[in-house]
């Protein structure tokens, strides 16, 4: 059995480690050290638990037991999941977070003595506060996240569901969390507390279900944030650092990430929030657009065109994960690699279902790092560029986005891609994207639309060049 | 008068934010993925938590309703553990430089 004090150093060091751990990100060279550090904290932070405990009685064969069960679980999952499914795993991850959290707080609610809070009934008041908001916090994640896995995952429909009254509902819900805390901390009735975990679930599960799945890049950070905040509110309540410095930052990254993907779709945190974009203005413009002429081709015409080229910008998005297109579209850039022609990636910021989704599919299909280019690296270089090849992106190339300021999405940042000398836009059909508006990139005269699936399209242009 | 514990553990907390501020801006979009995968990962410190709850029983009785929340918790905390550690080195040992051509 280890000192308070000298656990409390080694938790320190394991958060320390973790801030090292996020800092290793700053570029890939450094990041797998980084993540070294990671395992690193966390292997400490176990053992001091251990340690400081001191009880290795038969109690402590079932915690291993659990740990292996649960170990074995994550190593299964973390080396089968293929590349593409990385956005439903992550909001997979977030609810287990969320529900151990929840299971902690209730741990401790049941048995303040373990950890040093009182005796049940009267347990210290700040320690009943952080519990309650750790436990509300954990069950939104919890449940939240689920929503986000189901609609990522197709089981539910990715497209929002709205009804009437629905906001002035979740500020009640909200409203009467905060009311139930209060009414806890006064009472201390264990009735409460399940209560209060059963709204926090039911909110949690309202809030997300009216987010299209477009905006699920917000939802993942959001709920990223969510899951650190619980985190944080525990780490208060078993007075501990690891666990209080871990969930800051875990906090702040989420938020910067919801940030970041607001800022790339020029909407309001609260307007994504809110939900419901894009299920409404569907029709209006469509109808008369749909008559305007679009020029259509082959893949014999498109590797006639990318043959010509001296350079080609590739824009990628959520299409081409759906296709799963990134390994025929790397082979596609290798044969025009070999025909002198220079090559590069445009990544837009919302490309994708989450922060640098389209990032790890190239990296999986072995694209160099330091050929993809964020938004405002690369955006200036579309005037120089022969030809940009479209696959899979939609709403981020469409240049409505700058000239009509009556569109949904008009001041989002978009990828200048018309500015090419010839633009190749593979999609399926004429459909409007997520924002429900069309894409006037379809009918401009450099545009030559190639409708097939992506990965198919992809392979016979491959097939043309040779 | 003494200083509150919690003041203190409010400050690290507080400082820790700004550290994440900081650190996650200087973090390059093209692996923002692997963030959001290890900030998942290191969320689930919370096992720490998980193990004080499942070890609280005596020896008479390992199993009660409070250990045994604990000892869910820690095979929850488990999966994300090792699956979030995991799927980020998978996902970092992708990230690969342009080879040197000709």
Known sequence: MISANLSAIFYLISGVLFILALR???????????????????IIAITVTFLSIGNFSSGFIYVLIFLLIGGLIGAFIAYKIPMTAMPELVAGFHSLVGLAAVFVAIS?????????????GNIKLGS???MSIGAAVGAITFSGSIIAFLKLQGIMSGSPITFKGQHPLNALILISIIILTYLLCSTQSSNLFWILLAVSFLIGFLLIIPIGGADMPVVISMLNSYSGWAAAGIGFTLENTALIITGALVGSSGAILSYIMCKGMNRSF??????GFGATEQSASSANKEQKPVKSGNAEDAAFLMKNASSVIIVPGYGMAVAQAQ?????????????????????HPVAGRMPGH??????????PYDEVFELEEINNDFANADVAFVIGANDVTNPVAKTDPQSPIYGMPVLDVEKCKSVLFVKRS??????????????KDNTLMLFADAKKMTEEITKNLD | MEIDPFIFRLSIFILSIFIGYYVVWSVTPSLHTPLMSVTNAISSVIIVGAIIAGLAGDSNSIFNTSSIFGFLAISLAAVNIFGGFLVTQRMLAMYKKKKKEK
């Open chain 1, 24 to 42: 290793g990100l700053s570029s890939p060279e450094t990041s797998r050290q980084g993540n070294f550090f990671g395992i690193l904290g966390m």
């Open chain 1, 108 to 120: 401790a609610f049941l048995n303040p003595v373990a950890f040093n809070l009182g005796t049940p």
């Open chain 1, 128 to 130: 009943l506060i952080e």
């Open chain 1, 270 to 275: 609260f307007n994504v929030i809110l939900g």
């Open chain 1, 327 to 347: 390994h025929a579209l790397r082979e596609m850039v290798d044969t025009l690699k070999k025909n002198n022609i220079k090559v590069s990636y445009a990544i």
């Open chain 1, 358 to 367: 389209m990032n790890v599919l190239l990296a999986e299909a072995n694209v």
């Open chain 1, 430 to 443: 004429l459909s409007p994207g997520y924002a429900g508006i069309d894409n006037d990139l379809f009918y």
